[in-house]
């Protein structure tokens, strides 16, 4: 089957749930988001699983739901959690596109959010900056590895990252 799917990873906060809702305006294909079905399957926010269960049982549900996404779903615009890219099937979901900031215009963006305290405080990962840089240093070079095409986004109009977007696929 070919799937015609779009899977959006990079960093947390870089906008891939805010450009995957932009991407749905401009095509014909629906959006879902990782973390969103992870929610809905445990009906408890992602920061109460880390709490509560930690990170490991967190990851196992990402494998889960990766396995069900390549078995069902197709036309779909994948927003996903920062980690998701790890998964070991993500090839076969379809198109990875790799939206790409900078640590400093990640922090910028989130800030400039009317709901940044918000955005911050549902990441468990983020919580302490030096952690959260040391893991994006670490992740920076995985994404371009794992990714179909990379997409820089810092600075850059929304309108201008859909186009480029649906340009290249
Ligand atoms: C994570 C990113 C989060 C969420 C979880 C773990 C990560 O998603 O999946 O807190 O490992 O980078 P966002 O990238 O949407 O913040």
Redesign the pocket.
């Known amino acids: 089957m070919k799937k015609n799917n779009i899977i959006l990873i990079?960093?947390?906060?870089?906008g891939?749930?805010t450009i995957a809702r932009a991407l749905v305006k401009e095509s014909s294909m629906f959006a879902i988001?990782?973390?969103d079905l992870i929610e809905s399957m445990e009906n408890r926010k992602?920061?109460k699983i880390?709490a509560s269960d930690g990170e490991p049982y967190?990851r196992n549900l990402?494998k889960k739901t990766a396995l069900w996404l390549e078995g069902n779903v197709k036309n779909t615009i994948i927003?996903?959690?920062?980690?998701?890219f790890k998964q070991e099937n993500i090839q076969n979901i379809g198109t990875i596109v790799y939206l790409k900031s900078s640590f400093e215009g990640i922090l910028k963006r989130i800030k400039k959010s009317p709901n940044a305290k918000n955005k911050l405080n549902k990441?468990?990962?983020?919580k302490n900056k030096k952690d959260a840089l040391k893991?994006f240093n670490d992740r920076n070079s995985q994404y371009e590895k794992v990714a179909n095409v990379v997409v820089d986004v810092e600075n850059k109009d929304i309108d201008l990252i859909v186009k480029e977007i649906l340009g290249i696929i």
């Not at 990079?10 to 870089?14: A, D, E, L, P, S």
């Not at 927003?79 to 998701?84: A, K, L, R």
């Not at 990441?123 to 983020?126: A, G």
């Open positions: 990079g960093f947390m906060g870089v891939k749930g988001d990782t973390d992602i920061k880390f967190f990402e927003s996903t959690g920062g980690g998701f990441r468990p990962l983020l893991l």
